[in-house]
């Protein structure tokens, strides 16, 4: 969010050198010959009340960040802290507690909703199981969870099918806050809906922040969208992070070529800006086969011998604001 | 029901007139497309833009007579394609008009190949369908097409299977398909939907080359009004099974006249903005079973929500000024000066609307 | 009463009112259904049906019911839980209308558990309460010899137990309306109890299978990996074995009864539920629902039975229909064969046996009919079984 608050400093996610690998099976008895790096030593860390966008291409290793820092699979390396406690290292019980300060928002609002429950045990199960509220305290919170999110109670004796996608992604966030969570990972969570829907859901998940001081780590591939909601920015390429900063900050200042591709490959809503586009060549490597050196460089525009023997590790440019690039050449792309 | 809506006086390619298409389900009879007319110029681009589920893509298919029938049915109105109709034409005209004459393109370029034959098999199949050309003439023809769609070693991938393709590929593929037989009119659903940003600049890049080269019409189906700027030189805009404004690219997106088109347009987020909320078009999009009396946006509207006529009559497309129509009551220069007396005795003064 | 139907219009219509609705939309499912319905009426009243013992007699004045009197335990059983199995259908039809959507899985289950402990409490009751009569009293030579007045027999005055071999080996006759078999029993009253041993066959043999199945893919598919690799392996190696012949030789080694017939096809015939199941967790698994319940902290329990299993039960429903015809066929191909229940005790394909009669005659009624009977009954389950995939399986695209 865009807005003056008192920066505390507080973080409430801590991601280091987060890897997930997941192994490639072949023949009849399921030998492990390779591993496709999806997630490939990404750290950075989330202030309280913030939000930090994930942006990347499909394939980069964006939805496999936020599931394995809500341990909905294993990391393969790294550390995740959050709000003090690690949370790679908790005994099941334990996670099953933290579980309620973590929660995800999905893309795909017919698949993410159980087809058979209505939408009273969606949003209620939870409570139940965690044992916050049953029989009518729990009806009390399903309404009032309901009417946070813009549905009406009437609506909770109603299955999934029964609604539109923009009404069913506000019955996946209510679900998401039912345990009153304090960090929300969004995947995706306005890529799937109509335009004019999508803009009421932007606007719900910044009301609902201000209102329950939640933070996000907000996942997706419309750079518009992303900026508009997150505070910073991580730009993710074949599993790695290769530009951070704030959001103002990245749309002003893009260093890293692919950034910059990817602004530029933006279709503005604006028929006198028909700009002259860097159109990138090619198409995103496998994952389980990366490049060697810089992921980008096959398809950079700037890359030289250097690119594709070593990768830059993440640097501060400038001395301004936080500002972090992994590219060799983007303090000359710059002049 | 309104005649001209675009006034281009170049050839016009593909003239849709006043058509409707119906679906019969189990709920009821859905009204699909609702009287909808738009005309597509030689040479030109044209794009409808609308949400799910607005009858777009149902319009477009119409054209190629694609709806599955039953449940659905084209009810009324007429296509004419060069003067021909092809509501009523016969199913072997049709044949020859399909991927011959009007290629389409589909949203999802992972089932609109079929994974048992290699890319090749397919591309050759629509050559030797519509064209004198058999065998090694028809293959060397796709080789060549591929390379015309940008693809690298058209030798080689001519002989791959679909799911050896990425979804990019796999999209210029159907392009050069739907190429091959050098159509004058391409209907592109939704063609980049599926695609990341990057591989999406460059198919869009690829379809616009293409145009131009081979003087073809597109038809631009798609939700996305940042591609629409890009891409197109007129804008259909459609709400709720009917169009609701047409103009030319530049007037729909710095002058909306509808109200739909202008909430639209205020409610996408935009890189660069400093807006710190979004401005929303509230309410959902209706249901096609159970559309609104009068003009079906109403309920949604900033303008109509309250107004009685809004409520009770359904405004026609009208030309409002040149080259420009919308459907909307409050259009300045829409109402005739009868209306606008009938109005005032019948309800009283005209609502003050600000901006 | 306004009130009501006005809180009504909240409630959401669930999956199994859409297929239901969907189900009861073709003519052949619900003709196929009544059939079933028909031959389960026959079954639970057999012994009103077909009796050589009359309703009510009146011997040296006093009014007797030899037929109640008769009743043993079994035929008990089959009453208590054919008013069980009732009182549960109707139960299910007022929770449609009465108890909240948001809680009818919970009722339910409640209602389910209750009545199963009724039905289960019950029948141990009457087994330990009630003694074998044996009533070998003739009572037709009673009302002949004019001993006994105002007798009221059933519709087929004959017992399937009780022989006659005056007239054995006789075709149909206004006595005998389908004929006698080999020791002289009426054929239609053997047919009529015949019905009880095929469908408790076919209802408790693919229980038994359904649950076997249910259970093994379930953990198969969820925990995937080693467990489910080696799973796989045991499930092929039942699948490769010719199940008819297994159970023949099991068959031959254990008591000739009807309860063995029904484990043992139990017991064998579970890999196809096992391999449905285990294939649709492994697509629920990375379904985002499941995903959602896992990070909101759901024990495993509810994973698995609330969300995954009423998701991927569908197949396993239309498979259980096929499957009852299955049995059915397989347990009149047993009796066929002599492997079956033993006699006294009627059995639809142990009668088609006997076509060839002692003297080598081939005895047509007593193939017709029960062939007939078998070929009905197998045939709509059938139906009922395509019926409710045609039902689900649209929806299925649609929802799932």
Known sequence: MKRNMESTKKYLVDVKGLKTYFPIKRGLFSRVVGHVKAVDGVSFKIQAGKTLGLVGESGCGKTTVGRTILRLINATDGKVTFDGSDVFGLPSKEMRKLRCDMQLIFQDPYSSLNPRMTVANIVGESLTAHKMATGRQRRKKVAE????????????????????????????????????????????????????????????????????????????????????????????????????????????????????ALMSAIPMPDPHRRQQRIVLGGEV???????SGCPFHPRCPMAEQRCSVEMQELKQQGDGVEHIVACWKCKEWNT | ???????????????????????????????????????????????????????????????????????????????????????????????????????????????????????????????????????????????????????????????????????????????????????????????????????????????????????????????????????????????????????DVAGIFDDPLHPYTQGLLRSLPRVGSVQERLEVIGGTVPDPLAFP??????????????????????????????????????????????????????????????? | MSKTIKQHTDWGVSYGEMVSREFFKNRLNVVSLVFIIFLFAIAVFAPFIANDKPLVIRIDGELTFPLLRNLNAVDYSVFLAAIVGLFQIWLIRRNKKRVNPTRR????????????????????????????RLDATNYKRMVESKKATGAVFPLVPFGFERTDLAVREQGPSAEHWLGTDDVGADVLCRLIHGSRISLSVGFVAVGISSVIGVFIGAILGYFGGKVDFIGMRFVEIMMAIPTFFLIITIVAFFPRS??????????????????????????????????????????????????????????????????????????????????????????????????????GRFLWWLSLFPGLAIFLTVTAYNLVGEGLRDAIDPRLRKAA
């Open chain 3, 105 to 132: 899985g919970e009722v339910l289950s409640r209602q389910i558990m209750i009545n199963a402990f009724v039905l289960v409490a019950g029948i141990v009751f009457i087994f330990v309460s009630l003694d074998k």
């Open chain 2, 1 to 247: 029901m309104a005649e001209t809506i675009l006034m281009n006086d170049n050839d016009v390619l593909l003239s849709i007139r006043d058509l409707s298409v119906t679906f019969h389900t189990d709920e009821g009879l859905v009204r699909a497309v609702n009287g909808v007319s738009y005309d597509v110029c030689a040479g030109k681009t044209l794009a409808v833009v609308g949400e799910s589920g607005c009858g777009k893509s149902v319009t477009a298919l119409s054209v190629l007579r694609l709806i599955p029938d039953p449940p659905g049915k084209i009810a009324g109105g007429e296509i004419l394609f060069r003067g021909t109709d092809l509501v009523t034409a016969d199913e072997k005209y049709m044949q020859s008009i399909r991927g011959n004459e009007i290629a389409m393109i589909f949203q999802e370029p992972m089932t609109s190949l079929n994974p048992v034959y290699t890319v090749g098999d397919q591309i050759v199949e629509a050559i030797e369908q519509h064209q004198d050309k058999k065998g090694p003439a028809a293959w060397s023809h796709a080789v060549e097409m591929l390379k015309q769609v940008g693809i690298a070693d058209p030798e080689q991938r001519v002989m791959e299977y679909p799911h050896q393709m990425s979804g990019g590929m796999r999209q210029r593929v159907i392009i050069a398909m739907s190429l091959s037989c050098d159509p004058s009119l391409i209907i592109a659903d939704e063609p980049t939907t599926a695609l990341d940003v990057t591989i999406q600049a460059q198919i869009l890049e690829l379809l616009r080359d293409l145009q131009k080269k081979n003087n073809m019409s597109v038809v631009l189906i798609t939700h996305d009004l940042g591609v629409v700027a890009e891409n197109a030189d007129d804008v259909v805009v459609m709400y709720a099974s009917r169009i609701v404004e047409t103009g």
């Open chain 1, 285 to 291: 490597p496998s994952p389980s086969n990366p490049p």
């Open chain 2, 293 to 355: 009396d009068g003009c079906k946006f109403h309920p949604r509207c900033p303008i109509g929500s309250d107004e009685p006529r809004c409520m009770t009559v359904e405004p026609e497309l009208r030309e409002v000024k040149p080259g420009r129509c919308s459907a909307c009551w409050y259009t300045p220069g829409y109402e005739t000066k009868e209306e606008f007396e009938l109005y005032e005795t019948k309800y009283g003064k005209h609502k003050e609307i600000s901006g």
């Open chain 1, 145 to 260: 969870l309901l009417e946070r999110v813009g549905l009406s109670p009437h609506h909770s004796s109603r299955y999934p099918h029964e609604f539109s996608g923009g009404q069913r992604q506000r019955i996946g966030i209510a679900r998401a806050l039912a345990l009153d969570p304090k960090f929300i990972v969004c995947d995706e969570a306005v890529s799937a809906l109509d335009v004019s829907i999508q803009s009421q859901i932007i606007n719900l998940l910044q009301d609902l922040q201000d209102e329950m001081s939640l933070t996000y780590l907000f996942i997706a591939h419309d750079l518009a969208v992303v900026e508009h909601i997150s505070d910073y920015v991580a730009v993710m390429y074949l599993g790695k992070i290769v530009e951070y900063t704030s959001s103002r900050e990245l749309y002003k200042n893009p260093l890293h070529p692919y950034t910059r």
């Open chain 3, 258 to 359: 009807l309860l063995n017939i029904m484990i043992i096809i139990g017991v064998t015939k579970w890999t196809g539920d096992a391999r449905f199941i285990r294939a649709e967790f492994f697509r629920l698994r990375g379904q985002d629902f499941v995903q959602a319940a896992r990070a909101l902290g759901l024990p495993l329990r509810s994973l698995l039975f609330r969300h995954m299993l009423p998701n991927g039960i569908a197949p396993v429903l239309v498979n259980a229909t096929f499957g009852i015809a299955g049995a059915i066929f397989i347990e009149a191909a047993l009796s066929f064969l002599g492997f079956g229940v033993a006699p006294p005790t009627p059995s639809w394909g142990q009668m088609l046996s006997l076509g060839v009669g002692t003297t």
